[in-house]
């Protein structure tokens, strides 16, 4: 089945304490996204990537950083979280970065909160 | 920045009425509208999207309108169902051929359809 999947799906941490939250698609796309969804600032995008080893500034990259050594994984990493980062995170593919249409494809979703 | 505007943020219809959201942008040279239907607990949907070069679309009861003069785009859902009750969010990307694009989303609409 086509999915893009997220780990993990709900996260408790403490300030400071770095993190992980992993994606992964298995359609082959080339085109990877970071969001973060606040209520009331609807979806803001962290971090994109174009391609293996391509990644990029979205609106709201401080306190985060990503990788991109494989196709299908783009984890998002918090090397030192605090609770503004407390959100709800959403991983998205789309098939081509270089086409004007493309379909992003979201993940479950991850609920991090950061004491 | 690129900013996209949407409203109203929370819209409450009749079954069967029709809802009508709207969003504006900043970014004269965007050239993609997509929109997303949220429902509770879940990941966003493409539900309908739009080119630059289109001035409407329609899929069954949801269409979607583009105004690139006044930088505007809509979303009308008629004859409105108790499934349709989710949050909406429009969006607009620009993208250059292998350049990628940033995907900005409004902050979104929470439709409730009341039976």
């Known amino acids: 089945e086509a999915q893009v999947t997220q780990n993990p799906r709900y996260l408790i941490t403490v300030t400071g304490k770095k993190l992980t939250v992993t994606c992964s698609q298995n359609?082959?796309?080339?085109?990877m996204s970071w969001y973060r969804q606040d209520p009331g600032l609807g979806l803001r995008q962290i971090y994109y990537?174009?391609?293996?080893?391509?990644?990029d500034k979205g609106d709201v990259p401080e306190g985060y950083k990503v990788s991109r050594k494989e196709k299908r994984n783009f984890p998002l990493i918090l090397e030192s979280p605090s609770p503004n980062q407390t959100s709800l995170y959403f991983c998205?593919?789309?098939?081509?970065?270089?086409?004007?249409?493309?379909?992003?494809?979201f993940g479950p979703g991850t609920r991090l909160t950061v004491l | 920045g690129e900013n996209v505007e949407q409203h109203p943020s929370t819209l409450s219809v009749q079954e069967g009425d029709s809802a009508v959201i709207k969003c504006t942008y900043s970014?004269?040279?965007?050239?993609?509208f997509p929109w997303y239907k949220q429902e509770l607990g879940k990941r966003p949907q493409l539900i309908i999207d739009?080119?630059?070069?289109?001035g409407e679309k329609k899929d069954q009861r949801i269409a979607v309108t583009l105004n690139k003069t006044a930088k505007h785009f809509s979303l009308h859902i008629t004859e409105t169902q108790p499934e349709d009750s989710a949050v909406y969010f429009c969006?607009?990307?620009?993208?250059?051929?292998?350049?990628?694009?940033?995907?900005?989303f409004g902050q979104g609409t929470e439709l409730s359809v009341k039976p």
């Open positions: 998205a593919s789309s098939i081509n970065a270089g086409v004007p249409t493309d379909t992003q494809y």
């Open positions: 990537s174009m391609n293996v080893e391509v990644t």
């Open positions: 969006a607009a990307s620009r993208k250059i051929y292998n350049q990628g694009g940033k995907l900005i």
């Open positions: 359609m082959n796309h080339e085109y």
């Open positions: 970014d004269s040279a965007s050239n993609y």
């Open positions: 739009i080119r630059s070069n289109v």
